[in-house]
């Protein structure tokens, strides 16, 4: 998407939406979230006395990656 199709949007759509729309364009910022989700479920995985409760956590904090 190029910036005069983004101002298009943001003219169409309320500053949340426009946003959102801007955040999903930025692959770094991804990049780096996904990361640090994947650090912090390894960390509930490295977790040997939660049992399946740790676990869950960890397959949760993975599902929240984009």
Do not use: C, H
């Amino acid at each position: 998407m190029s910036e005069l199709d983004l101002n298009m949007w943001g003219k169409a759509l309320g500053w949340r939406k426009r946003q959102m729309i801007q955040r999903q364009l930025d692959p770094v910022s991804n990049k780096i979230r996904n990361n640090t989700l994947e650090e912090v479920a390894k960390e509930f995985d490295n977790m040997k006395n939660g049992g399946d409760t740790t676990a869950g956590f960890a397959i949760y904090i993975r599902n929240m990656k984009k």
